[in-house]
């Protein structure tokens, strides 16, 4: 029955197809790198919906990265006329939060619960310890953060972790003490949305047997790079904990074990093999067409993986020709290797009129840790080439932007002690070291915010506080009926963070983004809208909720409200504020990379985030022994195949160009090093290569034991990741023939909760309207119009 002329399927090849159009059980593919995967999992969806076998709302698909969900959307947007953003597409983090905001309640968590960084988590856990006298030489506070980053993957709470010894006990009493402050400050960290989300699934029967009813299909990218906790959440939904599978949907993974790069970070390639055994996976199919790469670079690929033990197999052939040889190049310096990295550029790129002539875009420079793109970043400048960073310092984890968004979330929640502690006395307003661990004492004592906790304070220590938790309170007075972009504004004034900067030497810079974050939320507000997918359900209405949006050939694509981040309350009708769905954005946005588009630029990234994408050149640079393989990774055996798998992911990124390069001393982290070339030259087909410098014999021999090692260290230098093209066309919203909610500002109604109040400002329109109202004994609340009964008094 399967439509063999559908043109879905026509650009694809037997087994693409067959993996296409499989019946509803669970399935493995399992292929190398450029085989089709990700297009036959987009394929998949389309297929699925244009024939009729599941709604949209039917189909949970997850990636890794913001950047390939939106890749994903904008595939399946130019297939089919489907309302891409209502559905339930992005990345683990991404999908957890829309749950938790659907279920907030369920979850025991505030209705505006905001998003913990990593750094924020690094800080809270510092000042955890010290309060707690906790001696940072002997627990390092990340790894402290470590400890419990790990734990949670692990799906424990600190009542299940074994303790064996001592500092066992210590760790997990830290782990303790850091869960009730995220909870009493409503905040959660980034394990903590996916752990709550998968308890809330598992303990919960009715929510289960909801979502497990809901989600026909759930298809999953780049499968081997989950973790424990990870896998046990895309489990649930299709078994309960007693093993039982109710509801019959199908779960496709999608992934290559020789991509696999995130052992670091808990990923275990075993997931691959337990999926098969735990779900009885019916299907399994492999793709070794490879429609990417020439084969030179494919031999260089698959001759180098085969290095490592213990693969799954898989082979991997391309009916391209050889293509170019792949280059490599031998520079003194690492200056002189970017100088030459951009000469090379200058030949590929069309606007010299020169043979290949690729757009710039399509030319990426790959690096194994972020400190090495500076020297890069100085040559592309000087040349005037324009170019666009990814990873790195990213614009929502700026200082000045930290500082700014510190001070919104203290209008959201006084109560986030993190983000007090932040701008307390930033900008300086005289309020010390000593007064502040006075207030943190006086707090625990009470155990209550610092926030709370300042009213107790006395002398003149005490009266800052005070006038800094008043000036708080006051602009939260002044914002009420403001728009986002009007409170960022104000906020921006009135904290004094844009005087403090102008009186710096270098705070020119800092004075723009902090303008630009302005411009950011309103484009938020006009891109995002607020919808009503999410709205929560009271429990004994999901299992009968219709949850399916038929497809609409007359919606437009892609220009629909995303109901993300907003679930009205469904007896109330409370919904969050503008002001916290955009914070919840901007913690979930700093965690990934920023979409390109716009200007035409070449890109810069690091291996780790170049995966699942590709560039017609690709510039692999400093490759030598300590930085790639990294240091780090050379102890052990395991390492050292992690590093070769990431250097297979580089290599696979190229379609047309490879170049490999490395220098003979390079200037990292403030000191000389003298290089080894890269063992991964060894284990290239010489016949695939050709040396654009004489192929010395290796030299060296010292290289070993400088730096501080390398990992995914964040150069701050890597500034330029921030792409301001990116708001400049916001879509505009679709403007619905809206229902009349007969509602204006300044009308007195009553809500049969909160009683009565005034309508302090309404937004959107239609259903999607919301009203601020100020209740005379509740205070102010968001209310979603289509949900909360307001009636005019
Ligand atoms: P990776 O492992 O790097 O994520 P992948 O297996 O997901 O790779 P895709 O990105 O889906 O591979 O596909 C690689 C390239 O090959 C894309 O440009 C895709 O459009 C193209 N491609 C895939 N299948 C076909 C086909 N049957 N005919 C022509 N081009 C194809
Ligand atoms: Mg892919």
């Given at each position: 029955?399967?439509?063999?002329e559908?043109?879905?399927?026509?650009?694809?090849?037997?087994?693409?197809?067959?993996?296409?159009?499989?019946?509803?059980?669970?399935?493995?593919?399992?292929?190398?790198?450029?085989?089709?995967?990700?297009?036959?999992?987009?394929?998949?969806?389309?297929?699925?919906?244009?024939?009729?076998?599941?709604?949209?709302?039917?189909?949970?698909?997850?990636?890794?990265?913001?950047?390939a969900?939106?890749?994903?959307m904008?595939?399946?947007?130019?297939?089919?006329?489907?309302?891409?953003?209502?559905m339930?597409?992005?990345?683990?983090?991404?999908?957890?939060?829309r749950?938790?905001?659907a279920?907030?309640?369920?979850?025991?968590?505030?209705?505006?619960?905001?998003?913990?960084?990593?750094q924020?988590?690094?800080s809270?856990?510092?000042?955890?310890?010290?309060?707690?006298?906790?001696?940072?030489?002997?627990?390092?506070?990340?790894e402290v953060?470590?400890f419990?980053?790990?734990?949670?993957?692990?799906?424990?709470?600190?009542?299940?972790?074994?303790?064996?010894?001592?500092e066992d006990?210590?760790?997990?009493?830290?782990?303790?003490?850091?869960?009730?402050?995220?909870?009493?400050?409503?905040?959660?960290d980034?394990?903590?949305?996916?752990?709550?989300?998968?308890?809330?699934?598992?303990?919960?029967?009715a929510v289960?047997?909801?979502?497990?009813?809901r989600?026909?299909?759930?298809?999953?990218?780049?499968f081997?790079?989950?973790?424990?906790?990870?896998?046990?959440?895309?489990?649930?939904f299709?078994?309960?904990?007693?093993?039982s599978?109710?509801?019959?949907?199908?779960?496709?993974?999608?992934?290559?074990d020789?991509?696999?790069?995130?052992?670091?970070?808990?990923?275990?390639?075993g997931?691959?093999?337990?999926?098969?055994?735990?779900?009885?996976?019916?299907?399994?199919?492999?793709?070794?067409?490879?429609?990417?790469?020439?084969?030179?670079?494919?031999?260089?690929?698959?001759?180098?993986?085969?290095?490592?033990?213990?693969?799954?197999?898989?082979?991997?052939?391309?009916?391209?020709?050889p293509?170019?040889?792949?280059?490599v190049?031998?520079?003194?310096?690492?200056l002189?290797?970017?100088?030459?990295?951009?000469?090379?550029?200058?030949?590929?790129?069309?606007d010299?009129?020169?043979?290949p002539g690729?757009?710039?875009?399509?030319?990426?420079?790959?690096?194994?840790?972020?400190a090495?793109?500076?020297?890069?970043?100085?040559?592309?400048?000087?040349?005037?080439?324009?170019y666009?960073?990814?990873?790195?310092?990213r614009?929502?984890?700026?200082?000045?932007?930290?500082?700014?968004?510190?001070?919104?979330?203290l209008?959201?929640?006084?109560?986030?002690d993190?983000?007090?502690?932040?701008?307390?006395?930033?900008?300086?307003?005289?309020?010390?070291?000593?007064?502040?661990?006075?207030?943190?004492?006086?707090?625990?004592?009470?155990?209550?915010?610092?926030?709370?906790?300042?009213?107790a304070?006395?002398?003149?220590?005490?009266?800052?506080?005070?006038?800094?938790?008043?000036?708080?309170?006051?602009?939260?007075?002044?914002?009420?009926?403001?728009?986002?972009?009007?409170?960022?504004?104000?906020?921006?004034?009135?904290?004094?963070?844009?005087?403090?900067?102008?009186?710096?030497?270098?705070?020119?810079?800092?004075?723009?983004?902090?303008?630009e974050?302005?411009?950011?939320?309103?484009?938020?507000?006009?891109?995002?809208?607020?919808?009503?997918?999410?709205?929560?359900?009271?429990i004994?209405?999901?299992?009968?909720?219709?949850?399916?949006?038929?497809?609409?050939p007359?919606?437009p694509?892609?220009?629909q409200?995303?109901?993300?981040?907003?679930?009205?309350?469904?007896?109330?009708?409370?919904?969050?504020?503008?002001?916290?769905?955009?914070?919840?954005?901007?913690?979930?946005e700093?965690?990934?990379?920023?979409?390109?588009?716009?200007?035409?630029?070449?890109?810069?990234?690091?291996?780790?985030?170049?995966?699942?994408l590709?560039?017609?050149?690709v510039?692999?640079?400093?490759?030598?022994?300590g930085?790639?393989?990294?240091?780090?990774?050379?102890a052990?055996?395991?390492?050292?195949?992690?590093e070769?798998?990431?250097?297979?992911?580089?290599?696979?990124?190229?379609?047309?160009?490879?170049?490999?390069?490395?220098?003979?001393t390079?200037?990292?982290?403030?000191?000389?090093?003298?290089?080894?070339?890269?063992?991964f030259?060894?284990e290239?087909?010489?016949?695939?290569?050709?040396?654009?410098?004489?192929?010395n014999?290796?030299?060296?021999?010292?290289?070993?034991?400088?730096?501080?090692?390398?990992?995914?260290?964040?150069s701050?230098?890597?500034?330029?990741?921030?792409?301001?093209?990116?708001?400049?066309?916001?879509?505009?919203?679709?403007?619905k023939?809206?229902?009349?909610?007969?509602l204006?500002s300044?009308?007195?109604?009553?809500?049969?909760?909160?009683?009565?109040?005034?309508?302090?400002?309404?937004?959107?329109?239609?259903?999607?309207?919301?009203?601020q109202?100020?209740?005379?004994?509740?205070?102010?609340?968001?209310?979603?119009l289509?949900?909360a009964?307001?009636?005019?008094?």
């Amino acid at each position: 029955e399967v439509p063999a002329e559908s043109p879905l399927l026509q650009s694809l090849n037997p087994e693409q197809r067959a993996a296409v159009t499989l019946p509803p059980e669970h399935a493995l593919i399992l292929a190398g790198a450029g085989s089709g995967k990700t297009r036959v999992l987009t394929t998949r969806i389309a297929w699925l919906l244009t024939t009729g076998q599941v709604s949209p709302g039917g189909i949970m698909a997850v990636t890794f990265t913001n950047k390939a969900a939106k890749e994903m959307m904008t595939r399946l947007g130019a297939m089919l006329p489907v309302n891409v953003r209502g559905m339930w597409i992005g990345t683990f983090h991404g999908l957890c939060n829309r749950f938790l905001r659907a279920h907030y309640k369920l979850a025991n968590l505030p209705q505006s619960f905001q998003i913990l960084d990593t750094q924020d988590q690094l800080s809270a856990i510092k000042r955890l310890m010290k309060q707690h006298g906790v001696d940072e030489e002997r627990f390092p506070p990340k790894e402290v953060q470590w400890f419990i980053a790990g734990c949670k993957e692990d799906g424990q709470r600190p009542k299940d972790v074994p303790t064996r010894t001592e500092e066992d006990r210590r760790r997990v009493e830290l782990y303790q003490l850091y869960e009730e402050r995220c909870q009493r400050e409503g905040v959660v960290d980034f394990g903590e949305l996916m752990l709550r989300s998968y308890e809330l699934l598992r303990d919960n029967d009715a929510v289960r047997a909801h979502y497990q009813r809901r989600f026909r299909h759930i298809l999953v990218d780049e499968f081997q790079d989950t973790n424990r906790l990870q896998y046990a959440w895309l489990k649930i939904f299709a078994f309960n904990p007693d093993g039982s599978a109710p509801a019959g949907n199908a779960v496709l993974a999608v992934g290559d074990d020789d991509q696999s790069i995130y052992a670091f970070r808990g990923a275990r390639v075993g997931n691959m093999q337990d999926f098969v055994r735990e779900f009885h996976v019916a299907h399994q199919i492999k793709l070794e067409q490879n429609y990417r790469s020439y084969s030179n670079i494919l031999d260089s690929a698959n001759a180098l993986i085969s290095h490592n033990k213990g693969r799954l197999g898989k082979n991997l052939r391309t009916d391209q020709g050889p293509g170019e040889p792949v280059r490599v190049y031998e520079a003194p310096t690492d200056l002189a290797e970017a100088q030459w990295l951009v000469e090379e550029m200058r030949h590929l790129a069309r606007d010299q009129g020169t043979e290949p002539g690729f757009a710039k875009r399509e030319i990426a420079v790959l690096y194994r840790s972020n400190a090495q793109s500076r020297v890069i970043e100085t040559a592309l400048f000087n040349a005037g080439v324009p170019y666009r960073v990814y990873g790195g310092l990213r614009f929502f984890e700026r200082a000045e932007i930290k500082h700014a968004l510190a001070y919104l979330r203290l209008l959201e929640n006084p109560n986030d002690d993190t983000s007090f502690l932040r701008v307390v006395n930033f900008p300086p307003r005289g309020i010390g070291a000593r007064t502040i661990e006075q207030l943190q004492d006086a707090a625990r004592a009470a155990g209550c915010s610092l926030h709370d906790a300042v009213s107790a304070t006395t002398g003149k220590a005490g009266a800052n506080l005070g006038a800094f938790v008043a000036k708080i309170d006051v602009v939260r007075e002044q914002t009420q009926d403001l728009s986002l972009r009007e409170i960022i504004e104000l906020v921006l004034q009135h904290s004094g963070l844009v005087d403090h900067y102008r009186s710096e030497k270098d705070g020119a810079e800092r004075i723009e983004n902090l303008e630009e974050l302005a411009s950011a939320a309103e484009s938020f507000v006009m891109q995002e809208g607020f919808g009503r997918d999410a709205v929560a359900l009271p429990i004994d209405e999901l299992s009968q909720s219709p949850v399916s949006q038929g497809l609409d050939p007359n919606q437009p694509i892609l220009d629909q409200p995303a109901p993300d981040y907003v679930a009205p309350d469904a007896e109330t009708g409370e919904t969050l504020s503008p002001l916290a769905a955009f914070l919840t954005h901007a913690a979930l946005e700093a965690g990934d990379n920023q979409a390109s588009a716009g200007q035409d630029a070449v890109q810069l990234m690091t291996v780790h985030s170049a995966k699942g994408l590709e560039f017609d050149a690709v510039f692999v640079t400093g490759l030598e022994e300590g930085l790639f393989p990294s240091e780090r990774s050379m102890a052990d055996y395991e390492g050292l195949e992690e590093e070769r798998r990431l250097m297979y992911v580089a290599i696979t990124r190229a379609r047309k160009r490879l170049y490999l390069s490395y220098a003979q001393t390079r200037l990292l982290h403030g000191q000389t090093r003298y290089n080894v070339r890269s063992r991964f030259f060894d284990e290239l087909p010489e016949a695939a290569l050709k040396w654009l410098t004489p192929k010395n014999q290796n030299f060296g021999g010292s290289a070993f034991g400088f730096g501080t090692g390398y990992g995914s260290t964040r150069s701050p230098g890597a500034q330029r990741d921030w792409n301001p093209d990116r708001f400049a066309n916001p879509p505009v919203p679709v403007q619905k023939a809206a229902p009349s909610h007969g509602l204006k500002s300044g009308m007195q109604v009553f809500h049969t909760k909160f009683g009565e109040g005034t309508v302090i400002s309404i937004e959107g329109q239609g259903d999607d309207a919301r009203a601020q109202v100020k209740f005379n004994r509740h205070g102010i609340k968001w209310l979603a119009l289509a949900v909360a009964k307001l009636t005019p008094v």
